[in-house]
């Protein structure tokens, strides 16, 4: 029998969590990062970034989609909507932390993107956030802690971020573990992030996340449709 990969671990988490195995802790803190997340995107949404991030959207989303831009009556693409709202939510620097380090700034917004109508719709956006919080610190942690990581000039919200986003992605989408792994490969293939911003003070940190979330749902809409990605 083959071994099982790192990613393949990862995967089958994230496709198997069984909602009845979650502690209720686990759950009404989810619910409490969940508000503060939007909050703090409504906070961040009339910004500088927040207007240049909309503007962007328009000229390569559209203005028509399923997804909702939070704090404004805009649609677009699930992808420049997991952007846009991920971005303004690191805006003010006042969504959460721990984690991959700003986890709720990528996770949330990858999930409400991806989510499609359907019964239990708010347990499946829990679902999915667990999930993508759980493997954001993991990877973080594989990568040999905060410290190292961000260490080596790497910001570990986008680079570590993009993996819990494809993982809650995916699980907002019901992929199977197969699919999963391959939602995780394309996303550790798109992935980036460096602390450059500190030299000038350029908005990219407020990007970073916004893009962890964009690379999220596009790495697991590819799976979806049958695009693999490497899985080792």
């Not at 949404?45 to 503007?55: L, M, S």
């Not at 991806?114 to 956006?125: F, K, W």
């Not at 407020?206 to 695009?227: D, I, K, M, S």
């Amino acid at each position: 029998m083959a071994r099982q990969t790192l990613s393949g671990a990862l995967a089958a988490f994230g496709a198997g969590l069984r909602w009845d195995a979650v502690p209720e802790a686990v759950v009404g803190h989810a619910k409490l990062l969940l508000l503060d997340t939007l909050g703090a995107a409504l906070a961040g949404v009339h910004t500088a970034e927040g207007r240049a991030a909309r503007e962007a959207a328009r000229w390569f989303g559209g203005d028509t989609g399923p997804a909702i831009i939070w704090g404004t009556a805009a649609r677009t693409t699930p992808a420049a909507a997991a952007l846009v709202n991920g971005a303004t939510a690191h805006a003010q620097e006042l969504d959460d932390f721990g984690g991959c380090d700003h986890s709720g700034a990528v996770v949330v917004p990858a999930v409400l993107a991806s989510l499609e109508d359907g019964a239990d719709a708010g347990r499946r956006v829990l679902e999915a956030m667990i999930v993508g919080y759980d493997v954001a610190l993991r990877v973080l942690e594989a990568a040999g802690g905060y410290r190292a990581h961000n260490g080596q000039g790497w910001h570990s919200t986008g680079t570590c971020g993009s993996f819990g986003a494809a993982a809650a992605a995916a699980r907002a989408l019901g992929l199977d573990a197969e699919r999963t792994a391959w939602a995780l490969g394309l996303a550790g293939s798109f992935t980036g992030g460096t602390w450059a911003f500190l030299d000038d003070g350029s908005m990219s940190k407020r990007y970073h996340p916004g893009r962890a979330a964009e690379t999220g749902v596009l790495a697991a809409a590819l799976a979806r449709a049958g695009f693999t990605g490497p899985i080792r």
